[in-house]
């Protein structure tokens, strides 16, 4: 079974950048798709961002694009979501997630990390 372990999170400026990454383990990282979601309080859990499992793809919500690019190393089992340009409403809990299904196309990110915190102050 797979475990996703989020990290980076942490305060900093509007402005300013973050890298957060997500370590996983239990089965062959390069099969499958990965992406990143994110809930802000008292608001539902949205999109951010998603990579194929080939690499080949990535997919951004219009809020983040051009700010954010998502990454991952299948070498190191991790993915990387580097985030510019920070805003205060890109203030949120991050979540990495994973589809179930190895090599699928279309995927579903349907498995969840616990998150990690990022503060966008102004």
């Known amino acids: 079974q797979v475990q996703l372990v989020e990290s980076g999170g942490g305060v900093v400026q509007a402005g300013g950048s973050l890298r957060l990454s997500c370590a996983a383990s239990?089965?062959?990282?390069?099969?499958?798709?990965m992406g990143w979601f994110r809930q802000a309080p008292g608001k539902e859990r949205e999109f951010v961002a998603a990579?194929?499992?080939?690499?080949?793809?990535?997919y951004y919500a219009d809020s983040v694009q051009d700010r954010f690019t998502i990454s991952r190393d299948n070498a190191k089992n991790t993915m990387y979501l580097q985030m510019n340009s920070l805003k205060p409403e890109d203030t949120a809990v991050y979540y990495c997630?994973?589809?179930?299904?190895?090599?699928?196309?279309?995927?579903?990110?349907?498995?969840w990390g616990q998150g990690t915190l990022v503060t966008v102050s102004s």
């Open positions: 997630a994973t589809d179930s299904r190895s090599r699928a196309a279309p995927f579903r990110l349907e498995v």
């Open positions: 239990g089965r062959t990282f390069s099969n499958y798709a």
């Open positions: 990579i194929s499992w080939s690499g080949d793809s990535t």
